[in-house]
C-alpha cells in the first residue's frame, strides 16, 4: 500500500492504525479480549480474513502480542499497545460530544452492545446466584447474557442457569440506555421491555456500570448546562 509520504508522526501512526477496523481489534484488545473468537464477538461485521490480518499488522508494530497455545493464539497488547488507549479514548469521547445520537436512525448490531454489558457488570450488586438474561429484541436472533460476577459473559445459547428475567422490544431502545442517550424509564418508553421476577427487573440497572463515555454529553447539551456558547 502507497504511503502518505510525509515526515510528520501523525501520517506515519495513521498509516499503520487508520486502516479499517485496526482501532477497534485494538479497543477489543485493550478491553480485555484475547482469543480470535472474543474479539470477533464484538467487531462481528468483520470478516475472519481481515481479523486475521489486522492482527498480523498489529502485532507486526509492536502494538500487541501473539502467544501460542494449544487451543489456538491469544493476543495481548503490548506496553506500546496499551500507550495507544488514549487515542480510543479521544475518539470515544469526540464522537459522544459531536456524533448525532439518534439510535432508532442507525445500523446497529447486538452482539458488541451485549458483550460490552457483560464487561460492564457490578459483580458486588449481582444476586448471589449465577443468572442468565434471555435477551429477544424485535428482529434480532435469541441472545443470552451470564451473569457471573467477574465471569459474565454474552453467550448464544443459555449455559444452563436460570432465566428469571428477559429483554425484549427493541434495540434502539437498549442502546440509547446503555450509551447514555437516555435515561431506563425513558429506555423503557422508547420500547425497551423487561420482564421476569420483579425484584431481579427493578434491580436491573443497577448491576451495570453503562458504557465508559455514557457521561459524555452531547456539545449542545453540555454548552447549556454550563452556559457557554456551543462550540
Not at 468483520?46 to 493464539?73: N, Q, Y
Amino acid at each position: 500500500m502507497t504511503g502518505y509520504g510525509q515526515f510528520c508522526a501523525v501520517a506515519r501512526a495513521h498509516e499503520v492504525l487508520g486502516g479499517r477496523w485496526t482501532l477497534l481489534v485494538l479497543r477489543e484488545i485493550l478491553c480485555g479480549a484475547s482469543r480470535f473468537a472474543e474479539i470477533r464477538r464484538g467487531i462481528p461485521r468483520i470478516s475472519k480474513t481481515m481479523l486475521a490480518e489486522r492482527l498480523a499488522e498489529l502485532v507486526a508494530i509492536g502494538a500487541i502480542e501473539r502467544r501460542d497455545h494449544g487451543d489456538g493464539p491469544e493476543y495481548r497488547a503490548t506496553e506500546a499497545g496499551r500507550e495507544a488507549m488514549p487515542i480510543v479514548a479521544a475518539l470515544a469521547v469526540w464522537g459522544q460530544r459531536h456524533l448525532p445520537r439518534q439510535a432508532a436512525a442507525e445500523d446497529l448490531d447486538l452482539d458488541p452492545v451485549l458483550v460490552d454489558m457483560a464487561r460492564r457488570v457490578r459483580a458486588a450488586h449481582l444476586p448471589a446466584v449465577p443468572i442468565v438474561i434471555r435477551v429477544e429484541l424485535a428482529g434480532l436472533p435469541r441472545r443470552f447474557l451470564l451473569l457471573k460476577g467477574a465471569e459474565s459473559t454474552a453467550c448464544l445459547i443459555n449455559p444452563g442457569f436460570p432465566e428469571p428475567v428477559a429483554i425484549r422490544g427493541r434495540l434502539d431502545a437498549l442502546v440509547a440506555w446503555w450509551r447514555g442517550d437516555a435515561g431506563f424509564a425513558e429506555a423503557r418508553r422508547q420500547g425497551l421491555v423487561l420482564e421476569g421476577d420483579r425484584a431481579l427487573v427493578r434491580a436491573f440497572p443497577g448491576w451495570f456500570d453503562r458504557y465508559a463515555f455514557a457521561a459524555i454529553h452531547p456539545a449542545a447539551i453540555a454548552a447549556a448546562r454550563s452556559g457557554e456558547p456551543v462550540p
